[in-house]
């Protein structure tokens, strides 16, 4: 095994136990199937990269987004939905409905071949859990860019960037109303979502992060009837 290899396994088990759920290959092997998180994690890396730097955390919430966004909308690379807990959703002390903790898995042939599609080349740490399940003996070692999935020339708008997670909220709870639904969306605001609260002329709106606008529940009212038909695909 050569000193490079050597080195990307030590990079890919170090990434793969940062995220969650850990994936322990050092102890298992590479698994069939890995889960979008631990995907992203993988693709985002480059050769001389540091795992804790903040361009390659930047790339993997990018790559989480574009592989999310295609399994939503798009149903491929296809996904096995795996729950991982069940709680309460509890807002303002009453109990609005159940929250479903899931996580959705990929195997490397699906995802190599919806990689393949979207013209991307896979970094040298995915390359090796592709060659572990047999799907591509040797690939060239690109650098793997940015994604660009779903990119456009007009400006990325609220269903573009929150569309995604906005139906993995209505899949895991149970909510009967829009109103419902922005609530909950509220409660969740923070790192690990899109959006935070919003304050100042904001206040009492959902604020889109990335494109720094709010979003108002009457805007998500409007799109109820079709979050639910995807969040039912």
Request: aromatic share 8%.
């Amino acid at each position: 095994m050569s000193t490079t290899t050597q080195q990307h396994i030590g990079a890919a088990t170090r990434l793969l136990w940062s995220v969650s759920p850990i994936v322990d290959i050092a102890r298992d092997g590479w698994p069939k199937k890995l889960h979008v998180q631990a995907i992203a994690a993988l693709q985002s890396w480059r050769d001389g990269d540091g795992e804790d730097t903040q361009e390659r955390k930047e790339r993997q919430a990018d790559w989480v987004y574009a592989i999310k966004g295609a399994c939503t909308h798009s149903k491929t690379p296809p996904r096995e939905r795996r729950v991982l807990r069940q709680s309460p959703m509890v807002i303002g002390g009453e109990v609005v409905g159940v929250e479903t903790v899931s996580v959705d898995y990929i195997t490397a042939q699906d995802f190599f071949a919806w990689l393949t599609n979207q013209q991307e080349a896979a970094s040298p740490l995915l390359q090796l859990w592709f060659k572990a399940q047999g799907v591509q003996a040797a690939q060239p070692q690109a650098a793997a860019p940015a994604p660009v999935v779903g990119a456009r020339a007009k400006p990325r708008t609220w269903w573009d960037v929150s569309s995604a997670y906005i139906v993995e909220v209505v899949q895991a709870g149970q909510y009967a109303t829009a109103k419902e639904l922005y609530r909950a969306l509220e409660a969740k605001a923070g790192a690990r979502s899109p959006f935070d609260k919003g304050s100042g002329a904001n206040h009492g709106s959902l604020f889109v992060r990335e494109i720094a606008q709010p979003l108002s529940m009457k805007t998500l009212q409007n799109k109820w009837s079709e979050l639910r038909a995807l969040a039912r695909k």
